[in-house]
């Protein structure tokens, strides 16, 4: 069974640059498709990035408008998102989800493997 934890959540100030880290565990992660996700209390999960097996096929949501960069290391099963420039409105709960099949939709998945997820918050 898979599984996956991400990290590196916490409070920072607007523009400021944050990395977050999801490794993933029990499972083989060069054949695992990966992507972020985000949520606010009392709204839906949104698709932030997902990545393909070997830092390809890379996918972004419009809004980050180029300040966010994902990108995996095989060899520490782990995947990274880079975060820049952030805003208040980035403050969320990021979460790592994870798939064996590369999905035919990207930002709606099914994902089989979801972290608990860490905590951004950006401060105005």
């Known amino acids: 069974q898979v599984q996956v934890t991400e990290s590196g959540g916490r409070l920072v100030q607007t523009g400021d640059s944050l990395s977050l880290s999801c490794r993933a565990s029990?499972?083989?992660?060069?054949?695992?498709?990966i992507a972020w996700f985000r949520q606010v209390p009392g709204r839906e999960r949104v698709f932030v990035a997902s990545?393909?097996?070997?830092?390809?096929?890379?996918d972004y949501s419009e809004f980050l408008e180029g300040r966010f960069t994902i990108s995996r290391d095989n060899a520490a099963n782990t995947a990274y998102l880079q975060m820049n420039s952030l805003k208040p409105e980035d403050t969320a709960t990021y979460y790592c989800?994870?798939?064996?099949?590369?999905?035919?939709?990207?930002?709606?998945?099914?994902?089989?493997?979801w972290g608990q997820g860490t905590q951004v918050s950006v401060s105005p």
């Open positions: 989800a994870a798939r064996e099949l590369p999905p035919l939709h990207p930002r709606s998945g099914p994902y089989d493997y």
């Open positions: 029990g499972g083989t992660f060069s054949r695992l498709f």
């Open positions: 990545i393909g097996y070997g830092n390809d096929r890379k």
